[in-house]
């Protein structure tokens, strides 16, 4: 362990906020345990108070002490995908307080991967409650620059650890109800899940309106300043012409002479999704008035970028 990682885990200890890098993106770290840490932690955000957060812990046995109950499911995917970009919501223990549920029954459990988060975790030895690193709403970070970018001044360290490797948030699936439902797509798809169950997973819809709040759950969210639209492949060509203001196109297809900023995106969904997020932000930094986004394949692999695009942007 570094001078810097024990640091870290000394600051959270004394109810301060460190930034710090996951396989998904950067979260932003405080004691899960401490009301006053986590008010200012939801203050930095600009964070509804209802909303709640992610508990990160550096192991299963560590992450199940936040819950009253564990179901075989839970224990099932744990011993899968975790440490991993995976989290899972259960039914609350009681220390899983207010301020960390958002005032539910339920809380959302992680166990990251990335070796700094790791380092962290169990050089802290507790819950941390670790959004991402960012404001409220806004694109989420995947290097220390861009928490630098949003939060300078408001985080008392940064911890470095390069580019993240998967670049969207976790996979959530809620195992609190008697069936297990995933209620957002991430870097691990829904028939590895099954698998891992040996039991269909159900999606949220209207069937489970019910279902709890969680993070990335609104319907604006990962959103740029700019504002962004999402155009079917065959119309780019035609809003391209359409548009009097100055725009931004991410695009699979090869630059057009008519933009200011293209930006050309793999075709692999995983690639795709690493570079989102930091392409997003050389877009929304680069002056134009408008972003327009190639809306990728609607096929099973690209439902997690899909579902990152469709919050982020309007449809044009």
Same mark, same amino acid.
């Given at each position: 362990m570094n001078a810097e990682v024990r640091r870290a885990a000394e600051i959270l200890k004394r109810g301060g906020l460190v930034a710090f890098p996951t396989e998904t993106v950067y979260g932003l770290g405080a004691d899960a345990s401490d009301a006053a840490a986590m008010a200012r932690l939801y203050a930095v955000k600009r964070r509804p108070a209802d909303h709640p957060v992610i508990v990160h812990c550096a192991d299963a046995? @560590?992450?199940? =002490?936040?819950?009253? #109950? &564990? +179901? #075989?499911? !839970?224990?099932? $995917? %744990? !011993?899968?995908?975790?440490p991993g970009p995976l989290t899972l919501i259960l039914k609350r223990s009681p220390r899983a307080a207010d301020f960390v549920t958002g005032g539910q029954d339920t809380v959302g459990l992680r166990v990251p991967r990335h070796p700094v988060a790791q380092a962290l975790l169990k050089a802290f030895g507790g819950g941390v409650a670790a959004p991402s690193a960012n404001r409220f709403g806004r694109i989420s970070p995947t290097t220390a620059e861009h928490v630098r970018a949003d939060l300078d001044g408001d985080v008392d360290l940064v911890l470095e650890g390069g580019a993240s490797e998967i670049g969207i948030e976790s996979t959530i699936v809620d195992l609190s109800g008697t069936r297990a439902v995933l209620l957002r797509p991430g870097a691990i798809g829904r028939a590895a899940l099954e698998a891992a169950l040996g039991a269909r997973i159900l999606e949220k819809g209207a069937a489970f309106a019910a279902s709890p709040r969680h993070s990335g759950g609104l319907e604006r969210h990962y959103a740029p300043r700019t504002p962004a639209r999402l155009v079917a492949p065959? %119309?780019?060509?035609?809003?391209?012409? $359409?548009?009097? %203001?100055? &725009?931004?196109?991410? !695009?699979?297809?090869?630059?057009? !002479?008519? &933009?200011a900023i293209w930006r050309r995106m793999p075709r692999d969904p995983r690639a795709y999704a690493r570079k989102l997020y930091a392409t997003l932000r050389v877009l929304d930094?680069?002056?134009? =008035?408008?972003? $327009? &986004?190639?809306?990728? +394949?609607? @096929?099973?692999?690209?439902?997690?970028?899909?579902?990152?695009l469709r919050r982020a942007c309007e449809a044009a």
């Open positions: 046995q @560590t992450a199940f =002490e936040w819950a009253r #109950e &564990v +179901p #075989e499911a !839970a224990r099932k $995917l %744990a !011993a899968k995908f975790w065959h %119309a780019l060509d035609q809003e391209i012409g $359409l548009s009097g %203001a100055r &725009v931004a196109v991410l !695009a699979f297809s090869r630059p057009d !002479a008519r &933009v930094d680069s002056g134009c =008035e408008a972003i $327009l &986004v190639e809306r990728p +394949p609607q @096929t099973p692999e690209w439902i997690a970028v899909n579902d990152r």
